[in-house]
């Protein structure tokens, strides 16, 4: 079995950009990407399912080169950390079939 070392950029914030944002990851040459609501807390505000109803933040996670997570992080940074509740975190992974989420 072969593991493919990769990095794990994670973005969580406001619903109401996060499919923009996934679109733009993509965009950005990600292959894909894993969209879901997720509950917590933070210093903008709490984020509960339970209290609210529905679900006001989601998590998108994107599986990718170095090259390709600092353009998300930096697209990310740029565009919505002034204006939205959002974080965005980059992981170290290491992948079987790794080569899918590697660009030609």
């Not at 210093?43 to 109803?53: D, E, H």
């Not at 974080?87 to 030609?104: E, F, K, N, P």
Request: charged share 20%; with cysteine.
């Amino acid at each position: 079995m072969q593991l493919y070392p990769l990095k794990l950029v994670t973005v969580v914030g406001e619903t109401v950009i996060m499919s923009e944002i996934a679109k733009e990851g993509v965009e950005l040459g990600a292959s894909g990407y894993t969209l879901s609501e997720v509950i917590g807390h933070g210093s903008r505000s709490a984020r509960n399912v339970i209290v609210t109803g529905a679900s006001k933040t989601m998590k998108c996670e994107f599986v990718v080169p170095m090259d390709v997570a600092e353009k998300i992080l930096k697209h990310v940074s740029h565009n919505y950390f002034e204006h939205y509740a959002c974080i965005a975190w980059l992981t170290d992974v290491q992948v079987v079939r790794g080569q899918s989420y590697i660009g030609s």
